[in-house]
């Protein structure tokens, strides 16, 4: 258990629905950042906060998915209108803000299937 | 888009020998990361390795660092069947980018008892 704790772990959802994931990060922790990884593949990055400021966007993210963290605590990550190709699984990670850089803490993943 | 590009993207060895897995980047890095995945499951953090450092150990794990090939490559000795798993090194470009990480494609190693 790394502390950063992810629900649901699993999501099935007719495509067309909207889903919300949540993250809880390690308490202390600045940074939380949310990844994409698809089957084989290594994580994509999507979006990050720095405490409550969402920071940067991928492009990977379309106007479908909003993602917030208010009050610098927990996040949600919302996708409207799924379509198949949203299927994959989603990593929140969160880490200290350091010139040096640090390591980042990542959750479990929520599955998502979109049928 | 993948800066981070793993070779082998498959291993598979016996318990008790070593694993050497290989990544290669393109652009300049603050710290290079490697993360170890189990089937399905979230990424643990394995090592970190500096820009200004060119080898790191931990247990063992092996790390070297080469920014002038931009490579790193991770050395897992007297392996065990525990160790199956995927290996993603990531690469943090500092506080410009806010210092996500950009993965590598991964290395699928396989200990075979």
């Known amino acids: 258990d790394t502390g950063v704790s992810q629900n649901p772990r699993h999501k099935i959802t007719k495509r067309g629905q909207n889903v919300t994931f949540r993250c809880d990060p390690i308490?202390?922790?600045?940074?939380l950042y949310w990844y994409r990884q698809t089957l084989g593949q290594g994580p994509e990055f999507l979006t990050y906060f720095q405490n409550e400021a969402q920071l940067e966007k991928s492009r990977l993210l379309s106007d479908r998915f909003s993602a917030e963290r208010p009050k610098g605590s927990f996040s949600t990550l919302e996708i409207q209108r799924t379509e198949q190709g949203d299927s994959a699984m989603y990593l929140c990670?969160?880490?200290?803000?350091?010139?040096?850089?640090?390591?980042?803490?990542f959750g479990q993943g929520t599955r998502l299937t979109v049928v | 888009s993948q800066q981070g590009e793993e070779d082998p993207q498959a291993l598979s060895i016996q318990e008790g020998e070593n694993a050497t897995m290989n990544c290669s980047y393109k652009t300049s890095i603050n710290n290079l990361q490697w993360y170890r995945q189990n089937s399905g499951r979230g990424l643990v953090h394995l090592i970190l390795i500096r820009s200004n450092e060119r080898e790191k150990h931990s247990g063992r794990l092996r790390v070297t660092l080469d920014t002038s090939k931009k490579s790193s490559s991770l050395l897992i000795t007297a392996s065990r069947a525990a160790d199956t798993a995927s290996y993603f090194c990531a690469t943090d470009a500092g506080e410009t980018s806010g210092s996500r990480l950009t993965f590598g494609e991964g290395t699928q190693l396989t200990v075979n008892p």
């Open positions: 308490s202390e922790h600045n940074r």
């Open positions: 990670a969160s880490s200290l803000r350091g010139e040096r850089g640090t390591e980042a803490f």
